[in-house]
């Protein structure tokens, strides 16, 4: 609930703040691996689905550029003999402000770079796994992010490429201890439970390669995203990695 | 008036020589990140898929995360070397299959298994037992086929007006209003006899709640702990944990009787092990199975699963029952009497006693 507000809280100031640059829905289908030491030692990999809105103001006379995503994904990985699957759920919110500079590096070509903050928490479940069957994931990060926006046209349609990298540099987040039990979190042991997160434990990153097609009123994107999240603390290791095609709409 | 913090003079020429370092590295960054996204993509799995490689995740598995090397004085090196020696990637399935769980076999241990889609390697100790109890006689003889049944519980107040509840397993979950009526329907009777023979284990949450039940202030239930990296003697600093009274809901205070056997493992082992902390209960028949670890589940990169004792849970004294509770009045059945079971008979005198002394 406190989620929601904070998200609706966001959502309010980016409305009222400088000027609407677009609103996309997107949908995300690709290639997911998923590795973590507390369910399993295999690498398991199938199925990447996600779907994220993003909603982008121009601010302080086009200078400054907000960034608001809101997204959920699925990843649905089998292991490598097939007999076993993994479901890993995740909703994530990032905020981002970036100074832009406008034909930064040649004519039509924005550049634009700034601090982002990102809350992100799931679940990933085993099937079968006894009194493992289950691990919470949950991070919040404060980092940079950088993108590159190339205004071109295709014939005679209006085209931006856009490249934009996300790489949170420290954070907090939840991981248990080697063998602890989620049962001895639930009778009340809560010792260890919470890290700082930084380069030394902790990498995460995403890339969004893509162009925005202006259709008349409507904007159709077509992308790649690639996402990694890998860390390392109490012996335990998780090193997930996604490839998508991305698809989007102008709301 | 100046201000101190001018905007256009420092953050935006800053600004502007980063955008021209990152235009003219661009280049080198363009390089970093390809290497950064693929070598994002090369996690490797420690072990091969064939028979050598098997046999060694599984025993890697067991190297660093077993938490019971050390109470079982098991030198699992050696282990492995007498083992390793028999593997080889000519074998079959099969025959591996065999080779790993006699490996696992030295652990002597009820909660670790190799699961594979042909067989389930175990050390059941307890079908060697004797299995003093028999269902069939309980029904016939003693509850004359008429009996309540709720959320896994079978009930009814015995002629010698004193309450029996069995519970075969602690997987059927129980809700806090069945137990209500249970215990509301038996709280006329002047004693409780719980059986929980040949109950294999299950849920330790339903352990709390059938617990919480017979006990009328916060009580240490016992300690718990786990590993806390490979290394065998890696484990935690034991964690107390206290069951408390459920709020609103009914009790049942006056002396209670627990009939366990060979087969009352795992989170019946756990049961027990609680109730005889607790002064009105009185635990009748057999040991327990044991089984004090709550077991985790691994795989290995063939596909089958291995389940083994990970987080060592202890009574409240802090002693692990990994080979059971020891009875406080021991009995045995007599296999040959189709007509009584010996140690409901004897729950029933120490109730009859108990009653008569109060």
Known sequence: MRKLYIVCCLMAVLSVAGQDAGSMLMIDAGYASVHDSYLTPITYDGLDLAMSVEAVRNVRHDKWLWQLMVGVDYNYV?????????HKLMGDITFDM???WRNAIARRIDVSVGPMTQLRAGIVYDEVNSNNPVTVRAHWNVGATAMAAWHTRLGRKPVTLRYQVQLPVLGVFFAPEYDESYYEIY?????????????????????????DLRLGKTTLRLGYRTRLEHWNVNHLKVHDVTHSAVLGISL | MASAFNYNEFIQPACQQFVEFVVKKMKKIIFFVVVLLLTGCAQQDDFESDQVGNFEALWSIMDEHYSFFDYKQVNW????????????????????FDVCGEMLKELRDGHTNLIASHDVSRYWIWEQWPVNYDERIIDEHYLNFDYKMACGIKYQILPSNFGYMYYDSFMSDIGEGNL???????????????DVRNNGGGLLTNVEKLVSRFIGEKTLAGYISHKTGPGHNELSKPYAYYFEPTKNHIHYLKPVVVLANRSSFSATNNFVSIMKSLGNVTIVGDTTGGGCGLPFTSELPNGWRVRFSSCPIMDNKGQLTEFGVAPDVRVDMNENDRTSDAILDEAINILTNSSINH
């Not at chain 1, 089998?78 to 993994?86: K, P, W």
């Not at chain 2, 090196?77 to 591996?96: C, F, G, I, P």
């Open chain 1, 98 to 100: 970036q100074r832009v």
């Open chain 2, 77 to 96: 090196d050696e282990v492995h070397q007498r083992y390793r020696a028999l593997v080889s990637n000519k074998m079959t399935d099969r025959e591996l």
């Open chain 1, 187 to 211: 009778l009340g042991n809560h010792r260890n439970l919470a890290h700082l997160g930084w380069w030394g434990n902790r990498l995460d990153m995403t890339h969004y390669l893509g162009a």
């Open chain 1, 78 to 86: 089998e292991n490598n003999v097939r007999n076993n699957d993994l």
């Open chain 2, 180 to 194: 209500d009526l249970i215990l509301s329907y038996l709280s006329t009777a002047d004693g409780l006899i719980i």
